[in-house]
Nanobody
Framework: VQLQASGGGLVQAGGSLRLSCTLS????????MGWFRQAAGEEREFVGA???????KYADSVKGRFTISRDNAKRMVYLQMNSLKPEDTAVYYC??????????????????WGQGTLVTVSS
């Protein structure tokens, strides 16, 4: 199973960026897809997740600004990030879980992880 994230880059505060992640080696439509991030010197934190059989959930810090969507036909999940802030600067990771109804923050529920893509938000 492989996950490939892309779309990171440098953006000014207030701007937008869309991250993409593709999953191979596992049935995409039955996989819960999550996004996590890790800032330099910080612990990895949950951003949001889309459960294949249930809800989409977000961390409070990104609620209303970030949106997760998925295209099962293309095996892609997206993280649309709007109104970006400098504190959103981090390496963003996509992850896949076999738990179809779990869209929460527990990293141990996610079985597969991508390599990360860096998002830098300048002030």
């Amino acid at each position: 199973v492989q996950l490939q994230a892309s779309g990171g880059g440098l953006v000014q505060a207030g701007g937008s960026l869309r991250l993409s992640c593709t999953l191979s080696g596992r049935t995409f439509s039955s996989s819960t897809m999550g996004w996590f991030r890790q800032a330099a010197g910080e612990e990895r934190e949950f951003v949001g997740a889309d459960a294949s059989g249930g809800p989409t959930k977000y961390a409070d810090s990104v609620k209303g600004r970030f949106t997760i969507s998925r295209d099962n036909a293309k095996r892609m999940v997206y993280l649309q990030m709007n109104s970006l802030k400098p504190e959103d600067t981090a390496v963003y990771y996509c992850a896949a879980s076999r738990h179809e109804y779990y869209a929460g923050p527990r990293a141990d529920y996610y079985d597969y992880w991508g390599q990360g893509t860096l998002v830098t938000v300048s002030s």
